[in-house]
């Protein structure tokens, strides 16, 4: 069961798609910073660089600090986002994101919407739809090649 807001909503969602891609390809794109322009609009609206022991994006919104699960043989392609300008102290958003095999040649991504304190409905669905698109920009990217 879904764990629920006091409004009744949900406190989480898993978005997927299926990819016509091996699993290993998909990781190996998804997982890379410095391809996420090509794909992630919701992330990143330009170019990701390396500034220290992290990653920074311009995001809708401005730039934003990126952290990634280290590379792995499992798939997790988990991410934290801090807004530059957040105020000192403030948590980074965690960002659960898996690529599974489902069988040889494909591999379904799993992307898990966290609502966020104080989200409002409005935003939770407009991030979900938003989330849906990126990761149909990444299955097209991924089914092209």
Known sequence: MTPMNENKSPLSRVITRQVAC???????????????????SGLADGAVSR???????QTSSGRARLRFAPANELGVMDHWVLPEGAP????????????IEVSPGRCELQFTLLRLPGMD????????AW?????????QLLEQA
């Open 51 to 57: 500034e220290g022991g992290h990653w920074v994006a």
């Open 121 to 128: 409905d409005q935003a939770y669905e407009r991030d979900a």
């Open 22 to 40: 091996d699993w290993r390809r998909a990781y190996a794109v998804a997982a890379d910073p410095v391809r996420l322009p090509e794909w992630a």
């Open 131 to 139: 989330i849906a698109r990126d990761l149909q920009a990444l299955k």
């Open 88 to 99: 000192e102290g403030a948590p980074e958003v965690y960002v659960p994101f898996r690529v």
